[in-house]
């Protein structure tokens, strides 16, 4: 039973391989919404750069919707992408992302960490973080690199590009160190 309203294309409809086929033979469908035009008083700059996301090789994400509040804790691995509302720490192997309009109370701990929405908690070892126009963090960040676009806010303490206490270094793979 789906909990969504979805009509597949007759494209993707025939791509879509039943539950009981073996994991190599399954096929995955992008159900990736198309870009929304942008309004005219973003910059130039920002309008040029399309907004990344992030999956995993597998293609593997999950989606809490945005009509969804739910209080608990999110572990394992893979992506995953939140439009509704979470109460409690998140700690993934993959991608986290918050989109526009999300709000999570909460510790984050993944490997790219996306803030579009709000996000009340600190932001544990991430690789990277980017701070959407309009993501809002209330809390600490420890990343390798951070990206804070114009019109996004935070009030808290970051460090970024530093070694963890384990003398690991927080850059990413081609980052430069001094």
Avoid: C, Y
Avoid at 96 to 109: K, R
Avoid at 110 to 126: D, P
Avoid at 154 to 165: L, N, Q, Y
């Amino acid at each position: 039973m789906a909990l969504w309203k979805e009509t597949p294309s007759p494209a993707a409809a025939a791509a879509i391989v039943p539950p009981a086929a073996a994991p190599s033979e399954r096929t995955t469908i992008d159900r990736t919404a198309p870009e929304r035009s942008q309004p005219e008083s973003l910059s130039a700059a920002s309008a040029r750069r399309p907004r990344d996301r992030v999956v995993a090789a597998d293609g593997v994400e999950s989606v809490i919707a945005g009509n969804l509040t739910i209080e608990g804790k999110i572990e394992g691995s893979g992506n995953v992408r939140m439009a509704g509302r979470f109460k409690g720490d998140v700690r993934i192997d993959g991608n986290f992302n918050i989109e526009p309009g999300a709000h999570l109370t909460g510790q984050v701990s993944a490997g790219i960490v996306v803030v579009g929405g709000e996000l009340q908690g600190n932001i544990e070892s991430a690789k990277r973080v980017d701070v959407l126009d309009g993501g809002v963090i209330v809390g600490d960040v420890k990343a390798g690199s951070i990206t804070v676009a114009a019109g996004s806010r935070m009030r808290g303490h970051v460090e970024f590009g530093w070694e963890d206490e384990k003398g690991v270094k927080l850059v990413q793979s081609g980052g430069s160190s001094s």
